[in-house]
């Protein structure tokens, strides 16, 4: 797995998962979690949101899947990437490996950090 390399914004969002929690910004002019962070608030439009971010439960349904056969960064396939809406917010998506379980969509899954990388399982 590629290391990720965390910018101003989504540092927080890395230190978490470092230490196996799912953390997410919210905007403090709206309250709407926004993931990725954006430099403007796609909800509300504001050009200072000053994000913070909190720990969410690491629960969510998969809403779509596929399997990657060809890796242009040289790991291991075929893995299975999972397009995910987290529990706390509709349409709150978040991309990741299913490391564990079947790509059902509808089921629920769970947050897990092999090696502080935010991954899936059912
Ligand atoms: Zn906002």
């Known amino acids: 797995m590629i290391p990720p390399v965390p910018d101003e914004l989504s540092a927080p969002h890395w230190e978490a998962?470092?230490?196996?929690?799912?953390?997410?910004p919210r905007c403090a002019d709206c309250e709407w979690?926004?993931?990725?962070?954006?430099?403007?608030c796609p909800q509300c439009g504001s050009v200072a949101p000053a994000y913070r971010y909190e720990g969410l439960s690491g629960r969510g349904?998969?809403?779509?899947?596929?399997?990657?056969?060809?890796?242009?960064?040289?790991?291991?396939?075929?893995f299975t990437v999972v397009d995910v809406e987290l529990a706390e917010q509709p349409d709150l998506r978040m991309i990741g490996r299913l490391v564990h379980g079947e790509p059902h969509p509808g089921d629920t899954v769970t947050a897990i950090f092999p090696d502080g990388i935010p991954a899936w399982t059912t």
């Not at 979690?33 to 403007?40: S, T």
């Not at 349904?61 to 399997?67: A, E, F, L, N």
Request: no cysteine; net charge positive.
């Open 17 to 24: 998962a470092a230490r196996g929690v799912l953390a997410v």
């Open 33 to 40: 979690l926004v993931l990725p962070p954006e430099p403007v």
């Open 61 to 78: 349904t998969i809403r779509s899947w596929t399997v990657v056969r060809k890796s242009f960064l040289g790991e291991p396939t075929p």
